[in-house]
């Protein structure tokens, strides 16, 4: 980290804070401050509902994933323009015109108040347990990369996010998430830029997409309908379609989002914005990956990206690691070479030729690979537990080695940005749902602008410092850390959409039936969590497919016991 | 008196396309072309 790079930093974050407090002075109720007086344009609500949705997770997670195996995670975003459309049809129209704060307000006027309440409370339950995964996990990598005290990342990230979130409401945290987003597409085109320009020379961006794709690191599309297998284009279509309606949908963190559009309209506009551009800005974040992975065919990659293991593995198994260090300095020159000679190849246009680099690059890519497993067996065995997930600390380490002054410094404002975006919006979404579906439903109905206006920050402030507090004392091991998010998503987000969409089309049901559905549902999501091994991203069709079937019977059944008794 | 500032709730057509369903429509196809370019790409390049 050199000057230009804190001086960048330091600005980034003055911003913020300086935007917060220019927005805060205007809020004087419960309208300023949860849905921005509804006066919001489509550009601003889009650009917040991409950045809410991309955290550091995305950009540090999503480019490992990519780095280890290629692109197939870019399968879980497809359906989201579909569902941007689903959404307009249905969700927007319907709340908006219900001049509603929470999505589950429009529950209780469609069924009971226990129904909403407890999908609230699901909702506060999900995302708090989220919530401090959004400041623990960059804070951990950037820790061991930069040498950074986890708790003071996750305090500067924390504290700054809370001050401009709590003073300046929903709609501060919707200008500033433009404004981050923006940022975070500038950084996805200079880290490809950084990559490239990375490359030996004579080597061309079209040889490096060749080069990946001799590995099948261009592997899109797997049509296969395995269902225990995570990423495909079944998973992506039916797993991650209800995956992403319920969490655009029914997440207060993003309907807080377009409940804020000055019209229908704007709120329409700003998912079809979304529609077009969310799926090529998630390949382009993969595709970085994919690059960064040909890039250390050229410079050789540490042995172990998570560099804190290296003096460990010096002190407990000196012998051993230096011997394996000395090989992996082999097969990294043979992978190299045979990389080199496979352009080549390929260039001089003798298909024999290609075909016989091709089996050598594999060969040495094969070789490589073991080495690199090899290390994992001695850290697991030193550790006597899975060391952490190597494939979350690729984009951070080559940064910090590769970066030029200045462009570290943007980079790390990227994530930063990427980390707080998502952090504002669902601080803010938490301590509206606190205070709309309970403090307000059952402890004070008729108190002030004034005085919700201050108990609303001060709920700002209590989610803020729990996701804090969480991420501080969060222990365990995270595998891929995008995983771990929408995993713990995809426990509640079924059912939650199933009692929607029984709001929305099913006409016969009630109260009673959508109550128990949901309960019905959440059982049957854990159940499927814990007996079976199928995918977590059909956990989502589970719950919706039995909060609507058991919804719907128990309200016939319901409707049928009070016909009788009448 | 000011009168209450008016919400527009009625759907109104979008700015461009001239309705809603055709914009929909634009995405349906958009997603198609974007499954079919992965497809491509992945049997194209992977090789």
Redo the contacts between chains.
């Keep these: 980290m050199r000057l230009a790079d804190w001086i960048i930093l330091v600005l980034y974050f003055g911003y913020v804070l300086w935007e917060g407090f220019r927005h805060g002075s205007k809020n004087q109720n419960l309208d300023d401050y949860f849905r921005g007086k509804r006066s919001l344009r489509w550009w601003a609500i889009g650009l917040s509902v991409m950045a809410t949705q991309a955290s550091a997770i995305t950009y540090i997670g999503t480019t490992g994933q990519a780095y280890g195996s290629g692109m197939s995670f870019i399968q879980f975003y497809l359906p989201q323009p579909l569902v941007m459309v689903v959404l307009c049809l249905t969700f927007v129209p319907f709340f908006y015109r219900a001049n509603i704060f929470t999505a589950y307000e429009y529950l209780e006027r469609r069924f009971d108040g226990r129904t909403r309440s407890l999908t609230s409370f699901l909702f506060l339950m999900s995302r708090g347990l989220s919530v401090s995964l959004v400041l623990y996990a960059p804070s951990i990598i950037l820790g061991v990369i930069f040498g950074w005290s986890e708790v003071m990342t996750i305090l500067v990230m924390s504290v700054t996010t809370i001050i401009y979130t709590t003073v300046g409401g929903n709609k501060a945290v919707i200008m500033i998430d433009a404004k981050q987003m923006m940022l975070m597409f500038a950084g996805i085109f200079v880290a490809i830029a950084l990559v490239a320009a990375r490359f030996p020379a004579g080597f061309s961006m079209a040889d490096a997409i060749q080069l990946a794709g001799a590995t099948h690191h261009w592997n899109n599309i797997d049509l296969s309908s395995n269902l225990k297998s995570d990423y495909t284009l079944l998973s992506g279509m039916v797993g991650g379609f209800f995956l992403a309606l319920s969490y655009f949908g029914c997440d207060q963190s993003q309907v807080q989002r377009y409940l804020t559009g000055k019209s229908l309209t704007e709120s329409r506009l700003s998912l079809i914005f979304n529609a077009f551009l969310k799926v090529p800005m998630q390949f382009l974040i993969l595709a970085i990956g994919v690059l960064i992975f040909v890039f250390y065919h050229f410079e050789k990659p540490p042995l172990n990206f998570d560099e804190s293991y290296r003096s460990m593995l010096l002190t407990r198994a000196g012998a051993e690691y230096t011997q394996l260090e000395a090989r992996y300095d082999d097969v990294f020159r043979a992978r190299r070479n045979s990389a080199q000679e496979l352009q080549a190849a390929r260039r001089s246009g003798d298909l024999t030729r290609s075909e016989s680099a091709k089996a050598r690059y594999l060969e040495t890519q094969a070789e490589f690979q073991k080495v690199r497993d090899e290390n994992r067996r001695l850290l697991t065995r030193l550790l006597g537990k899975a060391p952490s997930n190597e494939l979350n600390y690729i984009f951070p380490s080559f940064l910090i080695h590769y970066a030029p002054a200045g462009i570290l410094g943007i980079m790390l404002a990227v994530i930063f940005a990427a980390a707080m975006s998502s952090f504002s919006s669902e601080i803010n979404s938490l301590a509206g749902a606190t205070i709309i579906d309970f403090y307000r439903r059952y402890f004070n109905a008729g108190a002030s602008d004034s005085h919700y206006l201050w108990v609303s920050r001060g709920a700002t402030l209590f989610w803020g410092v729990f996701a804090t507090l969480a991420a501080i004392y969060a222990g365990g091991r995270l595998g891929s850390l995008i995983e771990a998010v929408n995993k713990v998503g995809s426990l509640f987000y079924g059912p939650i959409l199933g009692v929607f969409l029984l709001a929305f089309l099913v006409k016969k049901c009630n109260g009673t039936g959508a109550f128990w559905g949901l309960l019905a549902g959440e059982a049957a999501v854990m159940a499927v969590a814990y007996y079976t091994s199928i995918s977590w991203l059909y956990y989502n069709v589970v719950g919706v497919a039995v909060v609507l079937a058991a919804g719907t019977l128990l309200s016939l059944a319901s409707k049928a016991t009070t016909d009788g008794h009448g | 008196m000011k009168p209450p500032e008016r919400?527009?709730?009625?759907?109104?057509p979008?700015?461009i396309g001239g309705n809603?369903n055709r914009?929909?429509g634009a995405?349906?196809i958009?997603?198609l072309v974007?499954?079919f370019a992965?497809?491509w790409?992945?049997a194209a390049?992977?090789?």
Excluded: A, F, G
Aim: hydrophobic share 40%; no cysteine; proline share 8%.
């Design positions: 919400i527009h709730e009625q759907d109104e979008p700015p809603w914009i929909y995405i349906v958009y997603t974007l499954i992965l497809y790409m992945t390049l992977n090789h």
